[in-house]
């Protein structure tokens, strides 16, 4: 069993440059074993040269990159890049047996089981040219678990899968990560990503603006359990308890408090209800990865 939090990659200051354009730049990140880490990110933040970078699929132009994998037998990464590389004259059975044969050490019936875990047995059978871009993501996934790698390095693995392939997407990465593999994946869904990742790295012009550890604030919407006529009265009486006391909030329209996880939830219910303010139920809204995309218009 993989030692919990080990660094497996890290990155100081790594940076690529194309021409007189630098993708990304300054980047310090590490995957630590039995941790994910998601990245966000605008269209052309630098999110796929960087991954690309971490697998040493391109050099850096700055900076330097530590494996700390390829210890025991396992292959260091598992990989999904929007490249996928697959042979389309194939079967994916064929594309993936080929992957076990070049990784070596991979059995028949860990192909069998990678389709399995992806709901792939059955369409495996059939030429890869003839696939959906929901079932190539998915045969990538299946190619990226072969092995059991120590890093599973994942470009946007949503893109393309129907809502049953973004759950079982969302339980192979929490498996894995339970077992002890380090994920690094970037997505443009923000509540995907709050949901997978235990810490969330926002870039931007190729540079880390803002992460989000595990134990960063949360929003929490607040619903009151009052008639429809009262119901915007008693969410401006609570937002007026909740600025005397210094809570952040919004009123959206439902009121929204943004509480420290150190600032127990109890404290906030014991003041509305001091202030006889007759709370419905409270909803985790997750990390505020939305606030520096808000406003952001790239259109
Ligand atoms: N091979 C390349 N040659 C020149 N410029 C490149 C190359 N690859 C990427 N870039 C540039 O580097 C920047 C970062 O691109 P990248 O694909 O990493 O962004 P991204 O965050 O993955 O974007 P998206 O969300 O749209 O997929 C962009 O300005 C892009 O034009």
Redesign the pocket.
């Known amino acids: 069993m993989e030692t919990p939090n080990r660094a497996l990659l890290e990155t100081e200051k790594l940076g690529?440059r194309?021409?007189n354009?630098w993708?990304?730049r300054d980047i310090d990140l590490a995957v630590r074993s039995g941790r994910t880490v998601g990245i966000v990110?605008?269209?052309?933040?630098?999110?796929?040269?960087?991954?690309?970078a971490l697998l040493g699929l391109?050099e850096p132009s700055a900076g330097k990159l530590h494996h700390h994998t390829g210890e025991g037998t396992r292959p260091s990464f598992g990989a999904v890049l929007?490249q996928d590389g697959l042979i389309n004259s194939v079967s994916g059975r064929r594309n993936l047996d080929q992957w076990a044969g070049m990784l070596g050490g991979v059995t028949s019936n860990e192909v069998d089981e990678c389709l399995d875990a992806v709901g792939m047995r059955q369409a495996a059978r059939k030429r890869v040219g003839t696939y959906s871009l929901g079932m190539r993501r998915r045969l990538c996934l299946a190619r990226a678990l072969l092995g059991d790698p120590e890093v599973l390095v994942l470009?946007?693995p949503g893109n393309g899968l129907d809502p049953a392939g973004i759950i079982r997407l969302k339980e192979l990465i929490g498996e894995r990560a339970r077992a002890g593999t380090g994920v690094i994946f970037?997505s443009?869904s923000i509540a995907d990503v709050d949901e997978m990742s235990d810490e969330i790295v926002y870039?931007s012009g190729?540079e880390v603006v803002t992460r989000w550890p595990e134990d960063s604030p949360r929003w929490w919407r607040l619903r009151f359990a009052a008639e429809d006529e009262d119901a915007e009265a008693t969410r401006h009486a609570a937002a007026t308890v909740l600025k005397e006391h210094d809570w952040t909030h919004r009123i959206d329209p439902y009121i929204g408090v943004l509480a420290e996880q150190s600032a127990p939830l109890h404290e906030l219910l014991a003041l509305l209800s001091r202030a006889e303010l007759p709370l419905g139920n409270v909803e985790d809204l997750g990390r505020d990865i939305e606030q520096p995309f808000r406003g952001l218009d790239s259109w």
């Open positions: 690529k194309f021409g354009h993708a990304v990110g605008p269209n052309g933040a630098g999110k796929t040269t960087l991954l690309a391109i929007d470009d946007e970037s443009h870039i190729g």
